[in-house]
Nanobody
Framework: QVQLVESGGGLVQAGDSLRLSCATSGRTFSDYAMGWFRQAPGKGREFVARISRSGSSTNYADSVKGRFTISRDNTKNTVYLQMNSLKPEDTAVYYC?????????????????WGQGTQVTVSS
């Protein structure tokens, strides 16, 4: 198993940017594809972005495409989510997750390890 700790959340205004980080420990980081999910108040957890083990492949939810960028640094065992042009509807708890599965993995159930989450609040 890999342990995940998110950081970087906060309260920002619409149009601002934030960068979330997810530091990992435990098993070899590069063995895992990584994902970001979010959960808004009263809603289920939804897929945001995913990056392959090497970082060469990324995928995004339509709602964040063009505004968010997922990246990873395998030398630092860390995955990032750069969020630009934030909107009030981006307000949620953001979670990073790890999976050993290969390919486009967007289902919550296919990720085996999860962080505790970091709150992002975007005011209008």
């Amino acid at each position: 198993q890999v342990q995940l700790v998110e950081s970087g959340g906060g309260l920002v205004q619409a149009g601002d940017s934030l960068r979330l980080s997810c530091a990992t420990s435990g098993r070899t980081f590069s063995d895992y594809a990584m994902g970001w999910f979010r959960q808004a108040p009263g809603k289920g957890r939804e897929f945001v972005a995913r990056i392959s083990r090497s970082g060469s492949s990324t995928n995004y939810a339509d709602s964040v495409k063009g505004r968010f960028t997922i990246s990873r640094d395998n030398t630092k065992n860390t995955v990032y989510l750069q969020m630009n042009s934030l909107k009030p509807e981006d307000t949620a708890v953001y979670y990073c997750a790890a999976t050993l599965r290969i390919g486009l993995v967007v289902k919550e159930s296919e990720y085996s390890s999860w962080g505790q989450g970091t709150q992002v609040t975007v005011s209008s």
